[in-house]
């Protein structure tokens, strides 16, 4: 019997795996999902990630039952039961032992996965059950990542043959056996969340207004973003009121494998080569922001191929000069940490975005820049610390991308320009009139538009004119934005000039830089 274990591809189009077995009448085959305790008690997981996986469970359920009854030439039927897949409640060695026990396993098929230490460490423990016992263990790449890279020069390459390949057969019938009547630790029907107790029940919540899961609302999100919203993208993605429908917001299922990189591409191309037939002067606007989110759709399989090729970067810092930076006595302050991570720094623009993530998982790219750089330079506190908070205020938290971003966004790899945001000077640029300030700070609401960006700057008469008293109804400034910005810079910069530094970043660059 051949078992497809699923992690993060819960689609049906372009996937490896269930292509594989779709159209083999001598197959039995078992499509494995698991709630693992060791990957649930990450610090980086939170309930939405459940949750929004579990609907895209569900969509795959329903889609493959669906497949199966026209195979076997049923009608569709609607059930809140899983009629094709097995999901557990357990290890997935403990799974696989408690399989093999009932029906030999002839192949255990997934694709392949750039993850944190622990699912990395829990991979390299399925590749040896599966090596001592003779068991081919099949992965297939869905990210355009290269395994054991040697040289970074390879990388583009490689990636541009993966997206070319030939998307894998999306299955229009299932003539495969699929086996469900296994008993197996930790068996479920249904998806699972209260139940999930590895989770901190602070943590085990949902977010209110996140995107909902499943592969049927990611296809759909991609076609909106093609045909109707991208031609907004390159002009509208630096704005956290314009990008909300300028970006294509596939980011979350991409990291949760609801839509595969590679059918992205494929359609953005055949959707590009359309335009180019049309000869219409808005056709420009299009192919310009076409253009730009292809450079990103590279970018983001550029940095989930830095912790592939380096997995302690998350760890710790991939330029070791750095290692003692925001470590030393004294450095870290819970009263800031707590403050930046509720939205309660006292400057507008950082707290709007941290509320906003802790509402919808999702904030553009150029806020979450500033939020790290906010927490790195002006309070001075240690990525490795904070980054687990990001990842669960992030829908789309994605380790490849994660971990690389933030170190950057840190000023720790010696090979990137220093980013420090001014986070007053983006919330003027991006948000001039407070439109989102006032959507996510609701206290702000009667703040005039030229304070809603430093309202501590308001006189007492006119803090009681609108009726918002600093550090009463919203806290004063908890730093010193350019007098803390210019301290950090000023330290790193003087870690940057060592000659040490400059030969570990030499390094970094050969193993890691973009060419």
Known sequence: MDVIWLKRDLRLTDHGPLAAVAQRKDRDVCILYLYEPDQLAEPSVHGSHVLFANEGLVDLDTKLSNLRRLSSGQNAAASKSFGSLTVCHCEVIQALQAIHAQKKIARLLAHMETGHMRSYARDKRV??????????????????????LTNRDDFHRNLQMFLKKKQYRTPTALECNIVIDLELPGRSMEPLFAELIEIPLEQRVDRTERQQ???????????????????????????????????????????????????????????????????????????????AFSSRVHWRSHFIQKLESEPEMEQRDVNAAFQPLRRQPGDWNECYYQAWSTGNTGYPMMDACMRCLHRHGWVNFRMRAMLVSFASYNLWLDWHRFAPHLARVFLDYEPGIHYPQIQMQSGTTGINALRCYSVTKQGKEHDPRGIFVRKYIPELQSVPNDYIHEPWKMSKSMQAKCGVHIGEHYPAPIVNEQETAKSAKERIAAVRRRNETQEASRKVYEKHGSR
């Open 127 to 148: 590749r040896k059950w599966c090596r001592d016992r003779k068991i081919p263990f099949v992965e297939l790449p869905q990210t355009g990542v290269s395994r054991c």
């Open 213 to 291: 899961g499943g592969e049927t609302t990611a296809l759909e999100i991609l076609r909106s973003f093609l045909y109707h919203r991208g031609v907004g993208f390159s002009k509208g993605i630096s704005s956290p009121n314009s990008s909300w429908t300028s970006c294509s917001r596939l980011s979350p299922y991409l990291t949760w494998g609801q839509i595969s990189l590679r059918h992205v591409v494929q359609a953005l191309q055949e959707r590009q080569a359309q335009l180019k037939t049309q000869k219409c002067r808005s056709d420009d606007r299009w192919l310009r922001s076409f253009t």
